[in-house]
């Protein structure tokens, strides 16, 4: 183990979270994955399985742009979700970003993610997706599964 490893580690805190008992295993395969409709109509989901492993807990999925119905200049919105947490691993291409409180101002620099790049975005933060690249794929976790989302301002795809 490394050092710098082995100092974060140190710093962290050892608490278990509570409630895991319904988990159970969970698998998908690349070469049967399906995608299909979702939140966006610009965007295709694929299912990874963990609503049904951890009964509700999380959600995971795999979004990749539906080219037919992209248009690089549109944008998502600004929007919220009642998300507990939201992490997402950029698997392919680019996305840029509005999040409220980081870079919401004008003048702001652009945030713009790309292929192995990750973002965590809090609870109930504000943003927009500005940008998204013809190739973008992206592999998204959330908790709770089910959980709405406030639309702010207008989606222009």
């Keep these: 183990m490394s050092d710098d490893w082995s100092e974060k580690l140190s710093k962290m805190k050892e608490e278990r979270l509570t409630g895991w008992n319904k988990q159970k295993p969970a698998f998908t395969f690349a070469k049967s994955r399906e995608f299909g409709s979702g939140l966006r109509k610009a965007s295709l989901y694929a299912d990874l399985g963990l609503a049904d492993a951890t009964d509700g807990q999380f959600h995971g999925e795999i979004i990749k742009i539906k080219n037919d119905a992209h248009t ?66 992206v592999l998204q976790v959330y908790a709770p599964a089910k959980a709405s989302t406030e639309q702010l301002t207008p989606e222009n795809m």
């Design 72 to 137: 690089p200049q549109g944008t998502n919105g600004m929007h919220r979700h009642e998300y507990d947490f939201q992490f997402n691993y950029v698997l392919a291409g680019e996305i840029g970003f509005v999040i409220e409180g980081i870079n919401d101002n004008p003048g702001d620099e652009k945030l713009v993610f790309r292929a192995g790049d990750t973002y965590f975005l809090s609870s109930r933060v504000q943003y927009n997706e500005t940008h998204l690249s013809e190739d973008f794929s």
